[in-house]
């Protein structure tokens, strides 16, 4: 439950939040700020389900509302909660409560998982013991101390010349609460958790960065020093899909984007992503996506933004 101090900062936010995106005008929906890693997110009205890669990050959602599907999972959050993804991940999002009046509100912060485990190492922390697979993403509610950082980090931006020092200081501080907080190894699992966390990250890296090359599970294990059965299972434990169909919801969601851009042939893209065959890449495209890839990319043309996963 939300007590009076949270209340209070969730409304300072807003009306940072509603400042910054308003002098950004009406027509911005995600604004880059001078902070690279940090972004500020607005959406008028509910929003069509999107899908896409979630990258590391925490998103805290100031004002609406917002579900997101993992795998079978659906996590439902508003004002107060954070999203934290400790791994890339496929997942479809959508914004489900927001107006022109109140908009849908939201803070991301991109995180490099090296930056975490060189934080924890060099921070010395004592971490929580948690479960031994904690899942990939959790939705988490953010406690007083952690929505103060929040505050003092928008308000950061209205003074360019402390940004690089205390930017810096800000988003390790809010990183020391993040794995420190309760769902914590989600975000520190990869700096913490061992060979075999580590070795989870790898190979979800090594499927993102080859995607369009054929996969051997044998050949992957072997690459992350994992045997196969294990590997299998605790990419399941962590993604909620095999490296198999983690493999093919990334080729899908690259495809997906590359019809996007316009004046592509559905058959040169699925040969892009690595298909062989055009036909199964417009059945398994069409079954993701509801609609075959030329029809669907039209059809998203034509929508509002959709929300961010």
Known sequence: MTNDSELTLLGQLR???DKAMRGAGAG???LATDLPWLWLVRR????PAGRGILSPSVCLLVQGEKEMFVG???LRYGPGCY???GVAMPVSGQVTCASAAAPYYGIRVDIDPKEVAAFVLEMRLQLPVEEADPPAITVERADEAMLEVFVRLV???DR?????VLGRLLKQELLYHLVTAPGGATMSRGAVGGQRERAVGEAIHWIRTHYNEPLSIDALARTVHMSPSVLHRRFKAATVMSPLQYQKQVRLLEARKMLMSGDVEAASVAYEVGYESPSQFSREYRRLFGAPPLKDAEQLRRQPAAAQP
């Not at 360019?160 to 690089?164: A, F, G, H, K, T």
């Open 160 to 164: 360019p010349r402390d940004l690089p």
């Open 15 to 17: 009306g940072l939040v």
């Open 155 to 157: 308000r950061l931006l």
């Open 83 to 85: 999203v934290q993804a």
């Open 44 to 47: 008028p009205a509910p929003t």
């Open 72 to 74: 079978q999972r659906v």
């Open 28 to 30: 911005v929906l995600d």
